[in-house]
């Protein structure tokens, strides 16, 4: 895994920041932080958030109109799995806007989420069904709300309350039966709306539920849809 940063007096050069190098299993996903500091990744059945000591780089790329960058040693800093009794494996996750949590679905069905601070499992907010492996997972900071999408089509919609020390399960929004396996989740600007993608085609649908009748079926199969960070509705 290779962390870059753009580089030079026009910004047109790849600066290498990170390497990290791991002989366990490969990165199934990566989810980062809204302030791109912190990021986590899942590696078989364990997820591992990482938070570079520095974001270094040299005095001489700053105001220089060199083309060339100056890359510094910098020493790796993670916070790794505790070993102890064998976990259900992590299918899906993503980030707490604040980055101070990660939420994560299971290949046993329950969603759960972890603090990043100290990698520390807080607790299950709650359960696909049984052995159901949970394939998404989306936060809607607007609307407190998880929504979660299982290899069966089975999409959940449910509040949550969030304290200082946490968050707790509130109540259940809406159900979403879809006739194909869910492989990502989007939600609009406003927390309204939500997009489903399957196999076949990509829907969008109310939060509260309602099918939009949307449906995009001339999308690439293997084009990555993300939100644009400048208008993400």
């Known amino acids: 895994l290779r962390i870059y940063e753009f580089a030079g007096a026009r910004g047109e050069r790849l600066l290498p920041l990170y390497t990290i190098n791991a002989q366990d299993d490969g990165i199934r996903n990566i989810g980062f932080s809204s302030d791109s500091i912190r990021f986590a990744d899942i590696r078989g059945s364990q997820y591992r958030v990482w938070e570079p000591a520095v974001l270094g780089y040299s005095d001489i790329d700053e105001g220089s109109q060199s083309e060339l960058s100056h890359p510094l040693s910098v020493e790796m800093r993670s916070v790794s799995m505790v070993d102890g009794a064998s976990e259900p494996e992590i299918t899906a996750l993503c980030c707490h806007p604040s ?56 999409v959940l919609i449910n509040k949550l309350t969030a304290s200082n020390t946490g968050f707790e399960f509130c109540c259940g929004i809406a159900e979403i039966r879809s006739e194909q396996s869910v492989s990502l989740l989007l939600h609009d600007v406003s927390g309204t709306k939500i997009l489903l993608r399957g196999k076949k085609s990509t829907d969008i649908w109310m939060v509260n539920g309602q099918n939009l009748g949307m449906t995009l079926d001339d999308i690439d199969s293997e084009a990555l849809l993300v939100n644009d960070p400048l208008h993400p509705g």
């Open 99 to 154: 980055g101070s949590f990660v939420f994560c679905g299971k290949r046993d069905g329950s969603v759960s989420y972890f603090e990043t601070s100290s990698a520390k499992h807080q607790q299950i907010l709650y359960r696909h069904a049984s052995n159901i492996e949970v394939t998404c997972v989306l936060y809607v900071e607007k609307q407190e709300l998880l929504v979660t999408a299982d290899e069966s089509g089975r």
